[in-house]
């Protein structure tokens, strides 16, 4: 499996409050993603990152914003969270933007 | 990229072949067929992927027809860890973001 580790796994964080999700990988990779995934609507691209520094947005990236300070840790923040952003997240990895995407074991955050 | 088809859900039988239709009738040249899974309360997992050839990898065959616009995932012998969600995604091979774009994919459930 690809070296790909999420934290936290779980988290219940009332509305209002910053969060962090935080992405790390093991495998020197390029692209860096994240997605969320909700009942009826499957996976979708929040935010990605081709390089530190480098990040552009999704389909789905309100909300939301992203850092890449090194290679390896790629964050996810939601600045005051909502609860319509209870969602499984999801990040990914990818050695260039052509190449097969490496999922991540996904956090579970719910906003009350 | 090219909208993709799939029926929403499939059974298949312990030791048996699945076979995964995927219909992409818009693709275009330069557009690859890539196919994920997803098991349940895991991050989604590469499967293969094809240009317009047949493709086999110790996971699964990919089967696309001489015109591209459709192709077949095929487990040769499923087994009860197979149950997943399926994704057939297409994708511009060129694409420098690497974006992928699920769809709902195919729902297999492999019994006993």
């Known amino acids: 499996d690809a070296g790909i580790t999420q934290s936290p796994r779980h988290k219940v964080t009332e509305t209002g409050t910053p969060v962090t999700l935080r992405c790390h990988q093991t495998?020197?990779?390029?692209?860096m993603y994240w997605y969320r995934q909700d009942p009826g609507h499957g996976l979708r691209l929040i935010h990605y990152?081709?390089?530190?520094?480098?990040?552009d947005k999704g389909e789905v990236s309100d909300g939301y914003s992203v850092s890449r300070s090194k290679t390896e840790d790629f964050l996810l923040t939601l600045e005051s969270a909502t609860s319509s952003q209870t969602s499984v997240y999801f990040c990914?990895?990818?050695?260039?933007?052509?190449?097969?995407?490496?999922f991540g074991p996904g956090t579970r955050l719910t906003v009350t | 990229d090219a909208k993709t088809t799939q029926p929403p859900s499939m059974d298949c039988a312990e030791g048996r072949a699945a076979n995964l239709p995927c219909n992409h009738s818009?693709?275009?040249?330069?557009?690859?067929v890539y196919w994920y899974r997803q098991i349940h309360s895991q991050g989604p997992q590469y499967i293969i992927h094809?240009?317009?050839n047949n493709e086999t990898n110790e996971m699964a065959s990919l089967i696309i027809t001489e015109d591209r616009k459709s192709s077949t995932l095929i487990l040769p012998h499923a087994t009860l860890r197979d149950t997943a969600v399926y994704y057939c995604?297409?994708?511009?091979?060129?694409?420098?973001?690497?974006?992928?774009?699920f769809g709902q994919g195919t729902t297999l459930q492999v019994k006993p």
């Open positions: 990914a990895i990818s050695y260039t933007g052509s190449y097969e995407q490496y």
């Open positions: 995604i297409v994708r511009n091979g060129s694409g420098n973001t690497g974006k992928l774009i």
């Open positions: 495998e020197n990779h390029r692209y």
């Open positions: 094809g240009l317009k």
């Open positions: 818009t693709i275009s040249g330069n557009e690859y």
């Open positions: 990152s081709y390089g530190v520094k480098d990040t």
